[in-house]
């Protein structure tokens, strides 16, 4: 069965997805991404969707969800590379995707999550030096 | 009715120079139009109507036989309207074709009453319906000149600048609505796309009236650009417009505005850990700071 790969980079997870995505395969890749996080207990999760060219309002509502679910396993969602079509459908569909963190590039995207895990490490670290 | 063919093509030289003087005491544009251009104009024109008339019937102005006559017909009506004539002026250059026509009728029919107003009527009706022709192919040409007016309106309109690496600006002139905002949003994300910038200043100085429905534009292309991971500052907001969007109640809490550009700027180099900094002060300031400090002292 056709499936995205989710790869493990230290503490951050990579997705790239790279065909048209359809209802069947956004949900296993739900279930994938999920099941990684609390396997390897990342800490990051960027997707990279620069070569997604068609979205419908399922897709979008998925990559809100992902979001959200990364979240509440401890993990920071970061999507990167929309493409402009893609953006401009979404909104005209009423997602505005209010939860996830996007970035330009998938350079970008590593940056702003390796800035927010280095800055829970910190915190956790204050927080074990204040007890 | 090849009789008005036959009355036209005997008479043609009188029936042409008759004209050309009835118009000038009308609607001839010397500034606009020759005189030698006129008569070849005319030349041609009769020459059609003469082929028309004999092809057919004088009635069906729409069918094949006319093709060439009402093709002329455009194709001056065409140059006309982009020169500058009015819709009277160019209607009325081919009803003033009426009176030099219906002389040389009457100088060719005098003794045949009836027969002299059939073909009058004839000449009458076919000469009105090319004078509609020809105002029809008027109007099309000024509908086409002003689409083409409001693309090119719509092109100079929405130009994206690069101010810095990786800040944009968008200065909007104008009023927005949903088929200028579809352009607006397509070209900045295009362009933030193509550029790698981060940051995207939409500057709406140029915008007269900020109604819900244009915030509401604002807004879609704002989150357009958040989505694809670029984040837009609104400048150029002005006090009534300040006080617009309060009074309608338009939230526009989740995006950072600033009352000028240059405020807009400031923030973006300010979140891209930039800063600006003057290396030296230019020399003639510099002597007025110390003449007016030597003044305080004294």
């Known amino acids: 069965m056709e499936r995205i790969p989710v790869l493990r980079m230290g503490p951050l997870l990579l997705v790239t997805i790279q065909v048209d995505m359809h209802d069947k395969l956004a949900l296993q890749l739900q279930d994938d991404i999920t099941q990684r996080i609390a396997d390897f207990g990342s800490t990051g999760v960027l ?14 509502r998925m990559l ?57 490490a910190h915190g956790s670290e204050d927080e074990r030096s204040q007890t | 009715m090849n009789q008005l063919a036959e009355i036209i093509s005997r008479n043609e030289d009188r029936i042409r120079m008759q004209w050309i003087d009835g118009m000038a005491q009308g609607v001839q544009r010397p500034d606009l139009m020759s005189k030698a251009e006129l008569d070849e ?27 060439a006559a009402r093709e002329i017909f455009q194709s001056i009506s065409a140059s006309r309207a982009r020169q500058g004539f009015s819709p009277v002026e160019v209607a009325t ?28 009527w004839a000449a009458t009706e076919l000469l009105d319906r090319l ?21 090119e309106l719509m092109e100079l309109s929405t130009p994206v600048v690069k101010l810095w690496d990786g800040i944009l600006a968008l200065p909007i002139i104008g009023t927005l609505d949903s088929a200028r905002t579809q352009m607006v949003m397509e070209n900045l994300l295009q362009t933030v796309v193509d550029t790698n910038s981060k940051f995207a200043i939409i500057d709406i100085t140029g915008v007269p009236t900020v109604d819900t429905l244009v915030a509401q534009h604002l807004l879609k292309t704002i989150t357009a650009a958040r989505l694809m991971g670029a984040e837009c500052i609104i400048s150029g907001v002005r006090p009534q417009i300040a006080q617009t969007i309060v009074h309608l109640g338009i939230n526009l809490e989740d995006v ?43």
């Open chain 2, 41 to 67: 104009q005319c030349r041609t024109i009769l020459a059609a109507i003469i082929a028309g008339v004999r092809s057919g019937g004088w009635i069906e102005v729409a069918g094949v036989g006319w093709d």
């Open chain 1, 47 to 60: 997707i990279d969707i620069s070569s997604l060219e068609v979205v419908d309002s399922f897709i979008g």
């Open chain 2, 131 to 151: 004078a509609l022709v020809t105002t029809e192919a008027y109007m099309a040409t000024r509908e086409e000149l002003i689409v083409r007016q409001q693309q």
């Open chain 2, 93 to 120: 250059y081919v009803l003033s074709l009426k009176k030099p026509l219906f002389s040389a009728i009457r100088g060719t029919l005098k003794g045949n009453q009836d027969e002299m107003f059939d073909t009058i």
């Open chain 1, 64 to 120: 809100a969800n992902i979001a959200a679910m990364s979240r509440v396993l401890g993990a920071e969602a970061v999507v990167v590379g929309m493409q402009p079509a893609v953006a401009i459908t979404l909104v005209e569909l009423g997602m505005s995707l209010p939860g996830v963190r996007t970035a330009l590039s998938v350079e970008a995207g590593m940056e702003l999550l390796i800035g927010a895990v280095s800055r829970a």
């Open chain 2, 256 to 298: 950072v505005t600033k009352a000028k550009l240059s405020d807009a700027f400031a923030l973006a180099l300010d979140r891209s850990g930039r800063t600006v900094t003057r290396t030296h002060t230019a020399p003639a300031k510099a002597n007025q700071l110390s003449t007016l400090l030597e003044k305080r002292e004294e």
